[in-house]
């Protein structure tokens, strides 16, 4: 294993073959620190600890349109600059050449994923489903309801299924919770080894594919 990737858990273990793979977008697809949420907070109105999207749509039909607009054309604004990350389209070119299905999940809206897919050239049709905010009636992550929608979807069972995100608490508990296996994408990577709801750590989404492609039937000795 390269040394900039981290197994977490500190034990033996024989994590079982990978089937699906479920991909977050902003910071994992996509360089970090494109949004400032700091002043998405400030233009919806919504404080520090809670959640931005949540929050606006739990108030009246009009105030939640218009800040929702507000949000909406901040995201896109933001996302003509996007950078996307090195290695995005060979990883998920591999991944689709093994005939192992993808997903696109983003608490993004539409207009950002159609101008992710357009400056990455991935093409949509390689994530089956590709969801943003904006297609999604129910719950969307950090509700579990998402991923385990994806999983009936491909009829694949969860703990087949890996995710791959830079936040621990929007991309990887909602995964944890149904047995996937999930895999942080993280500069200071060695700082969360061992986080209940971590797998794996990864400096780079290229180490972050090299541990997908190792885990089928490989055993992972962490040293104590």
């Given at each position: ?12 273990c024989r994590f079982p073959r990978i089937r ?184 780079t989404l290229a180490s972050a594919v090299h ?14």
């Amino acid at each position: 294993m390269s040394n900039n990737c981290f197994p977490a858990a500190r034990m033996m273990c024989r994590f079982p073959r990978i089937r699906g793979v479920i991909f977050d977008m902003d910071g994992t697809l996509t360089e970090p620190g494109q949004l400032d949420f700091a002043e998405m907070r400030r233009i919806a109105d919504v404080p520090k600890g809670h959640d931005i999207i949540k929050t606006v749509k739990c108030r009246d039909s009009s105030t939640a349109a218009r800040q929702m607009k507000l949000i909406d054309d901040f995201e896109i604004q933001a996302a003509q600059t996007m950078v996307v990350m090195p290695g995005a389209k060979q990883a998920v070119q591999w991944f689709a050449e093994q005939n192992i299905p993808l997903s696109l999940v983003t608490r993004s809206c539409r207009p950002c994923v159609s101008i992710f897919l357009k400056k990455s050239g991935i093409a949509e049709s390689v994530f089956d489903p590709c969801i943003s905010r904006d297609d999604v009636e129910g719950e969307h992550k950090p509700h579990p309801e998402v991923y385990a929608n994806i999983s009936n979807h491909w009829g694949i069972a969860t703990k087949n299924i890996a995710v791959v995100g830079d936040s621990i608490a929007n991309d990887l508990v909602p995964g944890h919770a149904l047995g996937m296996i999930t895999v942080l994408l993280c500069p200071n990577a060695q700082e969360f080894a061992g986080h209940d709801c971590v797998d794996f750590v990864a400096e780079t989404l290229a180490s972050a594919v090299h541990i997908l492609r190792s885990i089928p039937d490989r055993s992972v000795q962490i040293p104590e």
